[in-house]
């Protein structure tokens, strides 16, 4: 069984640009987190879906960030316009429910803004 | 809010040597407690868990037990190997989200 694939591993972009990272779940896993790592300090909770519904948003840091999971199958994180402050690993994790159920992480995507 | 703070790194260790990281939380209720693991170029595991006070997890030779009294769960190994060097990572639980410490970078030498 596929893990969490996220796509790209590696974007470099530069400030004002916009980018859109994708995260594809384990099949079958309703529940889809998006958290990041800036800087090398904590990762950090992003957002959570339930299929297609966004249930908690609270760590987006700001409108600049839009999260989408259409048809509740893959998600899609776009930056627009990307700050400087922005560079850092973003990772993607599953579940098959919420709550007590272990979250898979993908690999991660590390976003470089110039 | 809920957070977690641990030892910072980097460590660095000869191999067979004795691998503690330290790691303390914060958090209102009982949070389920965990360590993962990012190998070089991989993303990240779960390496154990422990969901209530004394609970000790243990898995590839680590083990760490939840201390409710003194909120810690200490990471440790007692022979680490080269192929242990990674980024671990403590987390704690409330509900479904995960509340990360900074990470500790361990690099073992051969």
């Known amino acids: 069984e596929a893990g969490v694939t996220q796509f790209p591993s590696h974007s470099v972009i530069e400030k004002g640009q916009t980018v859109t990272l994708r995260c594809d779940p384990i099949?079958?896993?309703?529940?889809l987190y998006w958290y990041r790592r800036v800087m090398g300090k904590e990762i950090k909770f992003l957002l959570h879906?339930?299929?297609?519904?966004?249930?908690?948003e609270s760590g987006m840091p700001n409108n600049r960030f839009l999260a989408e999971r259409t048809g509740g199958t893959y998600s899609t994180l776009k930056v627009q316009p990307a700050e400087l402050e922005d560079s850092g690993v973003y990772f993607c994790?599953?579940?098959?429910?919420?709550?007590?159920?272990?979250?898979?992480f993908g690999p991660g995507t590390r976003l470089t803004v110039t | 809010g809920d957070s977690v703070t641990q030892m910072e790194g980097p460590v660095t260790l000869s191999e067979e040597a004795f691998l503690t990281i330290n790691c303390t939380y914060t958090?209102?209720?009982?949070?389920?407690l965990f360590w993962y693991v990012q190998y070089p170029g991989e993303g990240l595991q779960l390496l154990l868990k422990?969901?209530?006070?004394?609970d000790k997890g243990s898995n590839k030779g680590f083990e760490a037990t939840y201390r409710k009294e003194t909120t810690s769960f200490h990471l440790e190994k007692g022979s680490v190997q080269v192929s242990d060097s990674a980024v671990y990572f403590c987390?704690?639980?409330?509900?479904?989200?995960?509340?990360f410490g900074a990470g500790t970078t361990v690099t073992v030498r051969a």
């Open positions: 994790a599953s579940s098959q429910g919420g709550g007590g159920y272990e979250q898979y």
């Open positions: 099949s079958g896993h309703d529940n």
């Open positions: 879906f339930v299929k297609e519904s966004k249930q908690d």
């Open positions: 958090a209102t209720g009982y949070p389920s």
């Open positions: 422990a969901t209530k006070a004394d």
């Open positions: 987390a704690l639980r409330s509900d479904y989200k995960l509340s």
